[in-house]
């Protein structure tokens, strides 16, 4: 066995010697590989520091909302912000969303923010107006609800409209059938479309194939000919 234990260490020996030219690229590139995979690893949700407004949260009718108003106090503009797909009226003082780099901000400037009012009629909504279908007629209401929620705030100095993705289609929806009503808006990465989601089925197929929407088809099929 000892015999058989120094063979094994004669070979491994010269086999280091005959590849010792190879030692240092291949001990820099693990190291190298080591390194950037330690440095771009996924750490979890990156948290803002900040003093979270002061929340309130109630109901009318289907509508579920938040009113945030920060602790310093507020300068008389009401802000009503229209979340995300799958988000909610909750979500102004999450610390790893950028209402939470919002509020930072205001506290690191010293402004006196507005009284902030989060409006939510589910995950996924269309502020779509009255129409035959029986999605539709979400922006009378939300307009009639924005209405009676200022009953209880009172008049705003001014009235702003903010959202992002869905929020910021849905924000443009009723700025701009409601333009008077509001004094500015804020679309953040809205998804924008002429066609309308109650548009036949026909009038949709035609619109992807338009805009390239059906090109993944295409693709495929191209593909499959060449066998």
């Known amino acids: 066995m000892k015999k058989f234990g120094m063979i094994r260490i004669q070979l491994a020996m010269s086999f280091l010697r005959t590849h010792r030219y190879w030692l240092l690229p291949c ?7 080591l390194g950037w995979t330690e440095l771009t690893r996924t750490r ?3 948290a803002v520091v900040f003093q979270p407004a002061e929340k309130d949260c109630s109901a009318s009718g289907p509508l579920r909302y938040c009113v945030s108003r920060a602790k310093g ?3 008389g503009d009401v802000v009503y912000h229209l979340h995300g797909r799958n988000l909610e009226e909750t979500i102004w003082n999450d610390d790893t969303y950028y209402t939470g780099l ?9 402004t006196l923010p507005p009284t902030v009012v989060t409006m939510s009629y589910g995950p996924t909504w269309l502020l779509a107006p009255n ?4 999605d ?6 939300f307009m009639k609800r924005m209405a009676l929620i200022e009953e209880e705030l009172g008049e705003p100095e001014r009235r702003l409209l903010l959202g992002e993705s869905m929020g910021g289609l849905n924000v443009l929806v009723a700025g701009l059938t409601y333009s008077s009503q509001f004094d500015k808006v804020a679309a953040l990465c809205p998804g924008v479309y002429a066609l309308s989601p109650f548009a036949s089925f026909q009038e949709m197929k035609d619109a992807a194939r338009r805009n390239g929407a059906n090109g993944w088809k ?10």
Do not use: C, H, K, M
Not at 27 to 33: A, P, R, S
Not at 102 to 110: F, K, P, S, V
Not at 131 to 134: A, H, I, K, L
Not at 136 to 141: C, I, K, M, N, P
């Open 27 to 33: 001990l820099i590139f693990v190291l190298g590989y």
């Open 131 to 134: 129409g035959t279908q029986p």
């Open 136 to 141: 539709s007629g979400l922006l009378e209401d």
């Open 102 to 110: 919002i509020q930072a901000e205001w506290q690191r400037t010293g």
């Open 44 to 46: 979890g949700a990156q």
């Open 73 to 75: 106090g507020t300068n």
């Open 218 to 227: 295409r693709q495929i099929e191209q593909r499959r000919s060449r066998g």
